[in-house]
T-cell receptor, first 115, second 116 residues
Framework: GNSVTQMQGQVTLSEEEFLFINCTYS??????LFWYVQYPGEGPQLLLK?????NKGSSRGFEATYDKGTTSFHLQKASVQESDSAVYYC??????????????FGKGTKLSVKS | GGIITQTPKFLIGQEGQKLTLKCQQN?????MYWYRQDSGKGLRLIYY???????QKGDLSEGYDASREKKSSFSLTVTSAQKNEMAVFLC???????????????FGSGTRLTVL
């Protein structure tokens, strides 16, 4: 089946520090990869998505590269702000894997940014 | 733009009780979804519907029923609430051009369930 691994459950940074959130995936074929962000008290919202292997997606200073060779889709931001504090989900979109759920969510990484 | 409205925001139930959660969207999207969110477990799909009166089971459908009464609304029923259960139920919609695995989901802010 399909799977998404986010090893970091929680990341704590100070403002202007570099952010790196690890995400690896397992599937067959050519999936679509997403990052969703969930602010406190809200539902998740799309941060960025990439449909083509070896392409990079970017939004609001965040970027992620769909690396088919290493099956990774790490999220990065050069300089975080306190307003970036949220839970970040790496998500795999695939029609393979035998599940009726076309999207597979990682467990999420909670980012806390201190001023 | 559009919005997804989930009611109620907070739901407290008793063990064994049947509980219904409601969701409305004004995006005019074809596909609607119900996800369960547990701390540290990500989001898991319960049911989805690609059109009015359609229902498709997700990976977590046991213990739940769903109903797509009309294009704009999708309700979820917990058939028998489990004691000490705590979770957030998220409703979402997508435009559905046919490739569900590549579509962007738009989420509501959730219903928080507590079972005493």
């Amino acid at each position: 089946g399909n799977s998404v691994t986010q090893m970091q459950g929680q990341v704590t940074l100070s403002e202007e520090e570099f952010l790196f959130i690890n995400c690896t995936y397992s599937t067959t074929g050519y999936p679509t990869l997403f990052w969703y962000v969930q602010y406190p008290g809200e539902g998740p919202q799309l941060l960025l998505k990439v449909t083509t292997a070896n392409n990079k997606g970017s939004s609001r200073g965040f970027e992620a590269t769909y690396d088919k060779g290493t099956t990774s889709f790490h999220l990065q931001k050069a300089s975080v702000q306190e307003s970036d504090s949220a839970v970040y989900y790496c998500v795999l979109g695939s029609n393979s894997g035998g599940s009726n759920a076309k999207l597979t969510f990682g467990k999420g990484t909670k980012l806390s940014v201190k001023s | 733009g559009g919005i997804i409205t989930q009611t109620p925001k907070f739901l407290i139930g008793q063990e064994g009780q049947k509980l219904t959660l409601k969701c409305q969207q004004n995006f005019n999207h074809d596909t609607m979804y119900w996800y369960r969110q547990d701390s540290g477990k990500g989001l898991r799909l319960i049911y989805y519907s690609i059109t009015e009166n359609d229902l498709q089971k997700g990976d977590l459908s046991e213990g739940y029923d769903a109903s797509r009464e009309k294009k704009s609304s999708f309700s979820l029923t917990v058939t028998s609430a489990q004691k000490n259960e705590m979770a957030v139920f998220l409703c979402a919609s997508s435009i559905s051009g046919g490739a569900l695995s590549a579509e962007t989901l738009y989420f509501g802010s959730g219903t928080r369930l507590t079972v005493l």
